[in-house]
């Protein structure tokens, strides 16, 4: 008897786009292909580095809400300054750079910011925070108000795609992409932006979306996506790929858009 991916790849629907930038891109085309669907590049975003503007003081620690905020950290800091990041890979990303004292939240950021009250102490010194362009200020605030000095930092800006991409615009025409995987709020944003009018919006919001929090759920559901839903049980790549897997052995009817469960 055929799987459900079975079924899938017989009917050209086996195809599985991935909307998020490098770093991180590459890597999970390579995951998506080996858990057996075919890959499509079609990231939301243009991540453009930022030279770290200049601080009046070194600090007692670095905070990073993001693996894209790596090479700016590793270009002007040094290796042996403690380094907090929101994640797994954001941490392993740190290490291959050289930090050598890394913590990973393994979550998000409020998970970041219970870690670092958990280790240091507001008179270790001022917490160096880099992010993206008009991100990272709900944790700021957090840390501030439990009494830390955060000094905050754009270490990237995330440009918007001005396409999906004309592969990505050929295998949803053909009808080939059986699910899309959304890293976060801003670049399903974008996405749905770069979508064109027409058939090809209908098949994109047709498709299964597997997505790393209930935040891009509701992206998704307010844009009126109309295919299935499924929400990483934990907000990394990692859960993202098992969610995936499961979208691919389970039954279409199983999974409806009321399966998004928070983060």
Not at 233 to 262: C, F, I, T, W, Y
Request: charged residues 15%; positive net charge.
């Amino acid at each position: 008897m055929a799987t459900p991916l079975q079924d899938d790849e017989q009917n050209g629907l086996a195809g599985v786009l991935v909307t998020r930038p490098e770093p991180g891109l590459s890597e999970t085309l390579a995951a998506v292909a080996a858990a057996g669907w075919r890959p499509h590049a079609s990231p939301a975003l243009v991540v453009q580095p930022r030279p770290l503007a200049a601080t009046p003081y070194p600090p007692a620690a670095v905070v990073l809400t993001s693996g894209q905020a790596v090479a700016c950290a590793a270009a002007s800091l040094s290796a042996d300054v403690p380094l907090f990041a929101v994640g797994a890979r954001t941490a392993e990303r740190a290490r291959q750079a050289g930090f050598t004292q890394v913590y990973s939240a393994d979550g998000d950021a409020a998970a970041l910011a219970m870690l670092l009250i958990r280790h240091r102490a507001p008179a270790d010194g001022t917490l160096l925070l880099l992010s993206g362009a008009g991100q990272g200020r709900d944790l700021a605030r957090v840390l501030r108000q439990a009494g830390f000095r955060v000094l905050r930092r754009i270490a990237y800006e995330a440009r918007p795609a001005a396409t999906i991409g004309p592969q990505a615009k050929q295998a949803l025409e053909q009808g080939a992409i059986a699910a899309i995987l959304f890293f976060s709020a801003l670049s399903a944003r974008y996405w749905l932006a770069a979508l064109p009018d027409g058939p090809v919006r209908l098949a994109a919001c047709s498709a299964r979306a597997v997505v790393i929090s209930a935040s891009v759920a509701t992206v998704l559901h307010a844009s009126g996506w109309a295919g299935p839903v499924v929400v990483a049980k934990h907000p990394d790549a990692a859960a993202m790929l098992d969610a995936l897997g499961r979208v691919a052995r389970a039954p279409a009817r199983q999974v409806s858009k009321r399966s998004a469960a928070p983060d």
